[in-house]
T-cell receptor, first 106, second 113 residues
Framework: GIQVEQSPPDLILQEGANSTLRCNFS?????LQWFHQNPWGQLINLFY???GTKQNGRLSATTVATERYSLLYISSSQTTDSGVYFC????????FGKGTMLLVSP | DTGVSQNPRHKITKRGQNVTFRCDPI?????LYWYRQTLGQGPEFLTY????????KSRLLSDRFSAERPKGSFSTLEIQRTEQGDSAMYLC???????????FGPGTRLTVL
């Protein structure tokens, strides 16, 4: 099956800093999504992005499908951005990475 | 759009007992997925339905696990003869074939004693 590797595994930022999270796939996918799991465990869909670039407020994502990776950018981070960020990819079903745990301190 | 709901939110059971969880997807979504998540890991795919048809099951899914989606609406996940290794968060998600963005419910946390 598809392997999903996320980096870095952990990230600590001060409020206001920017960050880039990366996701590598072992094989091509036609479905790629980014999620944020908040401290209460709720998974929130951030982007559906099998290719190209999308932006939503302070978040943006870029997927280079031909090179099997995706990037999530967080700008001007806030304490509410803390949590675990997952990327997931596949075809009819999604394989998740192990996530990047982000802590934003005031 | 009331979101994906799951019940119960928490379940504590003794080893060997059967448990059943329910998921109500977003009403216009025809796809429904079950995942399992353990501490420090990402969600792991278990099975998915399109309408009432179960289209795929993980090879890791023990035959003690069964899922149904009668009439293509809500779904149930049953675990028979629970084991301590079944302790996890069970997550449900739904999407539509038009736009395959998956929306997750709050999960059911299972503890097997």
């Amino acid at each position: 099956g598809i392997q999903v590797e996320q980096s870095p595994p952990d990230l600590i930022l001060q409020e206001g800093a920017n960050s880039t999270l990366r996701c590598n796939f072992s094989d091509s996918v036609n479905n790629l999504q980014w999620f944020h799991q908040n401290p209460w465990g709720q998974l929130i869909n951030l982007f559906y992005i099998p290719s190209g670039t999308k932006q939503n407020g302070r978040l943006s994502a870029t997927t280079v499908a031909t090179e099997r990776y995706s990037l999530l950018y967080i700008s001007s981070s806030q304490t509410t951005d803390s949590g675990v960020y997952f990327c997931a990819g596949g075809y009819s079903t999604l394989t998740f990475g192990k996530g990047t745990m982000l802590l934003v301190s005031p | 759009d009331t979101g994906v709901s799951q019940n119960p939110r928490h379940k504590i059971t003794k080893r060997g007992q059967n448990v059943t969880f329910r998921c109500d997807p977003i009403s216009e979504h025809n796809r429904l997925y079950w995942y399992r998540q353990t501490l420090g890991q990402g969600p792991e795919f278990l099975t998915y339905f399109q309408n009432e048809a179960q289209l795929e099951k993980s090879r890791l899914l023990s035959d003690r696990f069964s899922a149904e989606r009668p009439k293509g609406s809500f779904s149930t996940l049953e675990i028979q003869r629970t084991e301590q290794g079944d302790s996890a968060m069970y997550l449900c998600a739904s999407s539509s074939t038009v736009r395959d963005t998956q929306y997750f419910g709050p999960g059911t946390r299972l503890t097997v004693l």
